[in-house]
């Protein structure tokens, strides 16, 4: 496993700087059932509006049923059914759209990501990496796993192992490699007023 | 400082386990610049979809700005200010709703989501206490920080020490030290097709 470290001007927490959402899975290494345990009790205890826990997480494991598991993977489009074919588990998360009195519940989406972030990090901290894509079919897996109105379906979630970098696969070596971005810090977070850079 | 670990059937990393939305905060005790600047780090290298980074954060520091800080105090409802006014630090968590090309991004409330749970666990990493909170008033806040109308307030997010057990108020007590809870992970969680209970 070669690590990709987030580039932070003060250190933060490991599994925090270590997850990064990589595409070369070892195809070889399913994840134990205590650990797909460990990361749904991590994405169960995450925060959300009112404690109403909007998220819905459906789980396919290409081990355990790899029929079913295949109806789901073929609700990826076809760049990421390239590498994501490797990964043992594939999950979709869901975002209860309503409270229950039938409300708009305008957190749903948001108390999801955190839910889905906690996985990930657990997933880190168990040595396993997590990548999440919003390049599916939402119709297709809707019909297909009779998904209800009211839920949004807003991310397939890959979980495995990482392969070994000199087992990496030529086409998915470059993009592995790379190293990773984001905006400037004074770009994202504003100091008391909109636009004015934090620091 | 007490604790309210998560109750899991299998552990999870202490940074999820012990993290946990308080409203008992030390008015005494400011967050260092540099454990601050370890919360934004964390929330900067969260995942978003094609590496968009749709959130953007506006912060307020009591000590540093006190007038300033009033004035987005004053935007949350009353039940929130009772509590939240002890804390050294306010947030507001926005979320772009589009893409640079001006489409919809479907992910935006979703990513922001997972940047700020990033921030929490960063949070939790030194010691401190997050709280995220839905009531404020959104349109207030919009105006009163010339916020623009492409960008969804989402969450107001206390940060802060938490009061030790002795010094919690009378009236926060009970609700302090109630017991945590969440839907049992069968009703979260589904194996293979929806509503089929995991595990």
Redesign the interface.
Known sequence: MFEKN?L??????D???R?W?GRAYDPDRPVAN?QL??L????????S???Y?P???????RHA?AA?WQRAFDCLVEGNRAWAAQAPLLLL?T?DSQFADGRAN??S??????????L???AT?LGLMVH?M?GFDAGRIRTE????ESFDC??MITVGYQLPIDRIPEELKERELAP????E?GE???????GRP??
Do not use: K
């Not at 998220?55 to 494991?61: A, S």
């Open positions: 987030a932070t001007q003060t250190p933060i927490t599994n925090l700087a997850r959402s205590v345990l460990a749904l009790e991590a994405a169960r205890w995450a925060p509006c009112f404690g826990q998220w819905r997480f459906l789980i396919w494991d049923d079913t998360a975002a305008r957190w989406q948001y108390d999801t990501g955190a839910a889905a972030m906690s990930a990090v657990q901290a999440q919003g796993f009779a998904i209800p807003l991310a990773r971005s984001r905006r810090l994202t977070f504003f100091a008391g007023a909109w934090f620091g």
